[in-house]
């Protein structure tokens, strides 16, 4: 029987806590949480049992582990003592009998995204960021059809596009729409991005701010910001945006104020089989991370490599990934939005909310028709040279 590891970590510090340890995660503060991350050792959460691949009926098990270390502890201690936590971690994996590693949330962006951890252990290493893309863009492609948003007329932006999921889905992206925005923390970057946009086909535009994002009916998030960047203000009526980053970079504020946009978890879906995984990570039973999939998909095919690693994924490697988890089984989850399942009752208030501030905003006596919320008016940004 083949076997995985898949490595998480708390992201909501005293939630994720309380999940293995109730007690602790009760009694220290956050700011504690936080500093004695670094000095707790790698903890051994479950046994993951019944995978059961669809094609071929293979089973594979595996084992979530935590790497202590939260987003914040990470970005603070020097890049070398966060390694050696990850790799710590993954030696765990190794003496438990793992013949592939997955990396979750920052333990598969911090620093080189996973290539120096592969060389410090023995056994394969994908950060799963294939099939992240993969199924993110899935997502984005329903939720759009849900709001009535044709992708040939549509503007798409990605946040976070010079990352390793960004720059790829921000290429896969410009096969879909006419239009494409790439924001990000370093413009150096995103210039460079450009023309690899433009060659896939869509005009691309590197954004100066956060604003431009106004312009955008399909916002992809795949930032690695350990806090949220997105608000209310940013957003145009009737845009989707699909958030991928682990912690969340859409803040709350924006359901709470926005009830004209879609806001829908990206990265998530069904896992063949009765599985059990033995811990509540925060999703409904029998639901994964793409990024746990990817790996569940490698064992199941017994092909243990390095398969995702770096921030040069290839645009083959997203496709075939997508192709192998389809045939084992892994379906798109149904879109969800903050953790919560989205009702088609909820999507249709939002639809009919973005239709009414579209009216109001263009002075129309009554609402319009529903691809008009598509066809709001798209003036220039600076390219931001």
């Known amino acids: 029987m083949g076997t995985f590891a898949f490595m998480i970590h708390p992201i909501d510090p005293k939630r994720d806590v309380q999940r293995k340890f109730p007690l602790l995660g009760r009694l220290l ?6 500093f004695f991350s670094a000095y707790f050792p790698p903890v051994y959460l479950s046994r993951v049992t019944g995978i059961r691949s669809r094609a071929t009926g293979r089973t594979v098990e595996g084992w979530l582990l935590a790497c202590p270390l939260t987003p914040q502890r990470m970005l603070s ?12 971690t993954g030696r765990l994996a190794e003496r438990l009998g793992a013949h592939i590693l997955g990396l979750g949330a920052f333990t598969a962006v911090i620093g080189d995204a996973g290539v ?4 410090g252990l023995r056994i394969p290493v994908t950060t799963g960021n294939s099939y992240t893309v993969a199924v993110a863009l899935q997502a984005l492609r329903e939720a759009a059809e849900r709001m009535g948003i044709p992708l040939p ?27 494409v925005i790439l924001a990000g923390r370093r413009a150096e970057r995103l210039e460079a991005l450009r023309p690899l946009v433009e060659a896939e086909g869509a005009r691309a535009q590197v954004a100066e701010g956060l604003e431009a994002l106004r312009e955008a009916d399909l916002v992809l998030v795949v930032s690695s910001s350990p806090v949220a960047i997105i608000r209310p203000e940013h957003l145009k009526p009737g ?31 069904e896992v063949p089989g009765e599985v059990d995984f033995g811990f509540d990570f925060g999703l409904p039973p029998r639901m994964a991370y793409a990024c ?9 095919e017994g092909r243990y490599e390095p398969y995702s690693l770096g921030r040069r994924l290839s645009i083959e490697r997203v496709e075939e990934i997508a192709r192998l988890a389809e045939r084992h089984g892994f379906r798109l989850a ?13 999507i249709a208030r939002i639809r009919a909310n973005a239709r009414r501030e579209f009216a109001v905003a263009r002075g129309y006596p009554a609402a319009p028709p529903d691809h008009a919320v598509a066809r709001l008016e798209k003036p220039e940004i600076s390219s931001g040279r």
Do not use: W
């Open 29 to 34: 503060p956050e700011p504690a949480i936080h």
């Open 77 to 88: 201690l020097p890049l070398e003592r966060a390694y050696r936590k990850i790799i710590e």
């Open 116 to 119: 120096t951890v592969a060389k």
């Open 153 to 179: 007329e549509a503007t798409a932006a990605v946040v976070g596009a010079a990352g390793a999921i960004g720059r790829v889905a921000a290429r896969l992206l410009a096969r879909e729409v006419p239009r």
């Open 239 to 269: 845009a989707v945006v699909c958030d991928v980053a682990q912690p969340r970079n859409v803040s709350p504020l924006v359901a709470a104020r926005r009830d004209d946009v879609l806001v829908i978890d990206g990265g998530i879906v």
């Open 292 to 300: 746990m999939a990817e790996t569940i998909t490698l064992a199941l």
């Open 334 to 346: 149904g879109l969800m939005s903050f953790g919560r399942p989205l009702t088609e009752e909820a």
